[in-house]
């Protein structure tokens, strides 16, 4: 059910989604795109592709650490069970990152995933893993 609020000086859309895909822009020229999430082996595959930077450039590289920068770009919350972390990971190139985190399959119902900028939120999504 598609609901809007407010935070900073922008206006973010809170949506509900199927386990499809999701993309949201950041102002900086991010581009955060959820892939669908899937559940094997017991456990649910959350993963993004960003783009719209050049990540290795910088010394250190941006892609060094960039896991603890989208750390900062995008919450996820679980909704029925909390989130518990079965692994991940990363990688990339110069124009492109990839991230992913698997948990356990809990009695998830949703997660819910906050995509934030320099503080305030962009867009809201709760992805539903009920059928």
């Known amino acids: 059910m598609p609901m809007s609020g407010r935070a900073g000086p922008d206006t973010f859309r809170v949506v509900t989604?199927?386990?499809g895909q999701f993309r949201v822009e950041m102002p900086d020229g991010l581009v955060i795109e959820r892939l669908p999430v899937g559940l094997a082996h017991g456990e649910w595959?959350?993963?993004?592709?960003?783009?719209?930077?050049d990540f290795l450039s910088?010394?250190?590289p941006r892609a060094?650490?960039?896991?603890?920068?989208?750390?900062?770009?995008?919450?996820?919350?679980?909704?029925?069970?909390?989130?518990?972390?079965?692994?991940?990971?990363g990688g990339g190139?110069?124009?492109e990152q990839e991230v992913?985190?698997?948990?356990?399959?809990?009695?998830?119902?949703?997660?819910r995933v906050t995509y934030i900028y320099e503080g305030d939120v962009r867009s809201s999504e709760v992805v539903d893993l009920s059928d």
Not at 45 to 53: K, M, Q, T, W
Not at 64 to 89: H, Q
Not at 100 to 111: I, K, Q
């Open 17 to 19: 989604t199927r386990a």
């Open 100 to 111: 992913r985190f698997n948990y356990l399959d809990n009695g998830l119902t949703g997660v």
């Open 64 to 89: 060094v650490g960039f896991r603890e920068e989208f750390r900062e770009r995008v919450a996820l919350d679980g909704v029925g069970a909390p989130l518990v972390s079965r692994g991940g990971g």
């Open 58 to 60: 910088g010394e250190p």
């Open 93 to 95: 190139s110069d124009d």
């Open 45 to 53: 595959r959350v993963a993004f592709v960003v783009s719209g930077a």
